[in-house]
Structures are given as C-alpha cells and as structure tokens.
C-alpha cells in the first residue's frame, strides 16, 4: 500500500496571507490526523476528522480549520498567517474499526512564514 | 489536562551505551501507549506499540518499552545504542476509547561513533 502523501513539501507564504495543505491517508483508512509540530514543542495535535466529520479538536485559533471528502483526503487552512505558524504540519492516517489504532504519518509540509 | 512528560529533552550517548528514555503521562484511565521515531530527514514511524498483556513489549531495532501502571511510566530502553538510531523520539498516550493521540515533546539522541 501506498503511504500517507502530503502536499505540498515546502511552502513560502509572508504574515497574512492564508494556506491551504493537502493530505492523501493510506487506502482504506477513514481518520486523518493533523499536528503541528515545532522545535521544542513536539507535536500538537490540531485536530482529526474520520468520515468527512471533525471528530475532535485541539487547541488552535480559528484560524486553523480542516475539511475531509468523500474519499478521505483532507484538507487544512490557516487563514492570516502569522511567524508563529512556520512549523513542520504532519498529516496521519488510521483505521480505527480494527480496534486500538495505530496512526501513520506522512512526510509533512513545511511551512515558512515570512 | 491529559499530558505526556518526556524527561530529557536532549540525550547524548556513545555507540555501545545503554538508553533509557523517561515518559510519564497524566490520565487516570485505561491508556494504549507508543513510542514513535523520526531519523533524520524521514518520516515519524511507529517504534512500538502497548494495547494489553505483558507490560515489557518489544518494538524494533532492539528497543523495548515497560509500562508501569502505578508508576504512570512507559520508558523506553535499549541496552546497546547504535550511531543510527541518531533520531528523535515521541512518546505519546491514547485514552482507551479516544480518538486522539497526545505527544510528549520529544527528546533528541545523539550518538557518538
């Protein structure tokens, strides 16, 4: 099976502008996990949606927000971006209907805000 | 708050060394537990993993895990570091029936040739 893929890899973008970071989960698997993650701080879990609905949410600014479609693939946005935001963005996939549930994580996008 | 504590942020050994690497977590409940590896330039990847059973698990490239319910722990060991397992590590926590996986902060190793 094909991994998870993300994209793009790298991205450039200057404060107050918005983004948008594309991510294809592992055939079959229904949840798509996004995380943040910068030097110091690991990986904060921004927020994962399974079967197209926002299933839970962590704690980012309105900013952030997120979409999944029919076939799975998700979407995340942040609007008016800020320095603050250049950070690695992790994309993971699951299935949970077998149970506890691994998550299986993509290259990531890396984002830098001028 | 449910959180994951990794006690060292930074960990520098030389090749042949023993490891252990510190994690606590808060949560009162039943959790399933893991440890996760990011090597340079690759992909974050499953070390190994604790659902149930036998609290000493086995993950790969020679590193197991214990977790110690009283204790709140699930550190990580190694009793022979290699200079490729250069990488860093996450230690993250899973409330049984949540949907959501919470991270430590990670700790770097560095191994000395």
């Known amino acids: 099976k094909a991994g998870v893929t993300q994209t793009p890899r790298y991205l450039i973008k200057t404060r107050g502008q918005q983004v948008t970071l594309s991510c294809s989960p592992i055939?079959?698997?229904?949840?798509v996990s996004w995380y943040q993650q910068t030097p110091g701080q690991g990986l904060q879990f921004l927020f994962e949606?399974?079967?197209?609905?926002?299933?839970n949410k962590g704690n980012f600014p309105g900013r952030f927000s997120g979409r999944q479609f029919s076939n799975s693939r998700s979407e995340m946005n942040v609007s008016t971006l800020e320095l603050g935001d250049s950070a690695l963005y992790l994309c993971?996939?699951?299935?949970?209907?077998?149970?506890?549930?691994?998550?299986?994580f993509g290259p990531g996008t890396r984002l830098t805000v001028l | 708050a449910q959180s994951v504590s990794q006690h060292n942020h930074h960990v520098i050994l030389s090749e042949a060394a023993s490891l252990e690497l510190g994690c606590n977590y808060s949560?009162?409940?039943?959790?399933?537990l893991f440890w996760y590896v990011q090597y340079p330039g690759q992909h974050l990847q499953l070390l190994l993993k604790?659902?149930?059973?036998?609290?000493l698990v086995k993950g790969i490239k020679g590193f197991e895990a214990e977790f110690i319910k009283s204790k709140f722990s699930f550190n990580l060991r190694k009793p022979s570091v290699q200079w490729s397992d250069t990488a860093e590590y996450f230690c993250?926590?899973?409330?049984?029936?949540?949907?959501?996986?919470?991270f430590g902060k990670g700790t770097r190793l560095h191994i000395l040739p």
């Open positions: 993250a926590v899973s409330p049984l029936r949540d949907d959501k996986i919470i």
């Open positions: 949560y009162g409940g039943t959790v399933n």
């Open positions: 993971a996939s699951s299935d949970p209907s077998g149970g506890p549930w691994e998550q299986f």
């Open positions: 604790y659902f149930s059973g036998d609290p």
């Open positions: 949606y399974f079967s197209e609905t926002q299933r």
């Open positions: 055939s079959g698997h229904r949840s």
